[in-house]
């Protein structure tokens, strides 16, 4: 079968952080954010917790080997993206694109009322894609709770930014 989406199952954890790692070598070309390449990615253990609710989704190869995926989780009425990564290898043929609409579109027929994430503002990649997608910003005590978090863990003040999508 050639690529595509499925939902992660918990054998996937493993192959998940080098899927990251290999996905943060992009960010070698935005000057000042090189440093995000050779940072810590998602434990294994953290992959299984998020992957036990359903909620992650990987882009497979035809060995069903993971290339790319979405975590995600529920948080009140929300679907929250964790992370999106896509190995180096396949970014640029429309699979971010692909797992973000998947997202999307589990929200929306499972009756939750958005999708939100956090991001970098000014990442091509990031805040302007999503935007592209239908994201706007908002910030409510939540996000605002994950930005200040983001920002304690060393990101530049002012860098990142809070975006939601209306799933209804
Ligand atoms: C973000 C990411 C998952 C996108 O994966 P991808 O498979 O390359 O995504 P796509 O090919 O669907 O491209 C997504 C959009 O980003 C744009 N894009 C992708 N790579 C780009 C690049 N290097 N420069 C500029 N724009 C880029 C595309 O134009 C596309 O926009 P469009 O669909 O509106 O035309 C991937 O770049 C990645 O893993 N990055 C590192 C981790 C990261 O930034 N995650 C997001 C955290 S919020």
Redesign the pocket.
Known sequence: MPAHIRLAHSDDALFLPRV?LS?????R?IDGLGW?ADTATMTVERHQQLIALSTCWV?VDADDQPQ?F?SAERQGDALH?H??????S???????????ENAMAYAHANMLCAVT????KH????A???T??GFKPEVDLRLAEILADEYAHGFEPGSRCALSWSAR
Request: no cysteine; glycine share 10%.
């Open positions: 990251e996905a943060a070598q992009v960010f070309s995000l882009v790319g979405l993206i992370e999106v990564s896509v190995a180096q396949i970014q640029g043929q429309g699979w971010g694109r692909k797992l973000l994430l956090t991001t970098f990442v091509p990649w990031n302007p894609f999503y592209r997608l």
